[in-house]
């Protein structure tokens, strides 16, 4: 069984930060010209992405992120397109190519890679990491020919075993470093005991609620949304204002693109925070497959403004899915995505869709049925997939955001929602246009 370690990393001056943040920019860089060329390929006369010359950007960074890393950033980018190429073997999949890490003008996503043998992880007094760097790293920042980036770090290891390769990731809202270490470890040494390999959960995605998840061990998770979406559309309020300042010759400025990343970064924050919570919750109860709805029709068709303008802007499905399946990974759970056409409408009671009422966050129908419209979705989503009945056995978890972490919330669930202007889950509780993303990436 795998479980994932995960710590803050803190160098232990200017000039490392410095040091290792051209390390991660580098190994942003390489994924990018990695992804070009693999690209340019599938898109091209032959399509055959693994002709593309990877070797020779092997060659060109090994001597700044190190030959090593250089291997496995693109050993994670072949992971990725055998993903997408299995996808495409699914006709209900909306499968799509790898995409890109940022760009330098906008900022690219700091991350980076680290061979299992490559690095040392000591905890104890004085808690420490040591990765490799490029000799010409090593030239211009002043470290020896075997010397490596030591780095600080906090926290404590939460499982021991046979370790990993090792994530490093810039969170830019936070301002930390950090780093996940997938470890392997004995069943046995698990705190509660694993369930049979069928052990299944399914995923209703929404805004207003985020994720509504139904486990076959009885067990329901509700993330809210909702002040994650007033916080977005607070930034996306302050977009508006200033393209409307703007020359009728200029689409942007230099004080819009700042808002545009950092509204991406926050909502990225709270979305890589829910992955990770969710999924090892799911690990412990041994979840073994993970069912998530296929929303790309959904996404390009729905008759409501309101709900494309989350759909679209806010909850960023497919970088979403992306996530879900690279932490899964680590923890050996399997993720498809189907259809949940009619979740949303059907008693789980009667199986009746024309008789039920769906009300902000509550279901209702003629048969008396009444329970929360999400929940009650996930596990009717559930049912279908692992064709038996499911019924929650323990009070549902609600988890609401506090800017740095997903906390139990403990106020009872509602059953007929809670303020008048609250809108059904899918559905925006905004008026007015919110600002294009055509031009930016989110």
Known sequence: MRRSNTFEVRPRSEEDEQLLRRLLDASASLWNETTYARRERFFGDDGNVWDADTGTLEGQYKDVVGSATAQQIIRKNTEAWRSFFKCLEDPDQDARPPGYWGNEDDGRELRTYIRGDQYTLKWGERSRLEIPVGTKLKDEFGLGYRERLRLEVSGEPKWSGEHGRLEIVYDEVDGTFRAFQPVTIDDSRLDTPLASSDEAAALDIGANNLIACTTTTGQQYLYEGRDLFAEFREATEKIAHYQSKLDDQRRTSKRIDRLYRKRTRQRNHAQDALVRDLVEQLADEGISTVYVGDLADVLSTHWSCRVNEKTHNFWAYRRFIGRLESVCEEYGIDVAETSEAWTSQECPDCGSRDKTIRHEDTLTCSCGFEGHADLTASRTFLERQVRREVRPMA???????????????????????????????????CTGKVASVETQTD
């Open 395 to 429: 009070r549902p978890v609600r988890l609401k955001w506090t800017k740095h972490e997903w906390r139990e919330h403990h106020s009872s669930l509602p059953n007929r929602g809670t303020t008048a202007n609250e809108e059904r889950t899918n559905q925006s509780t």
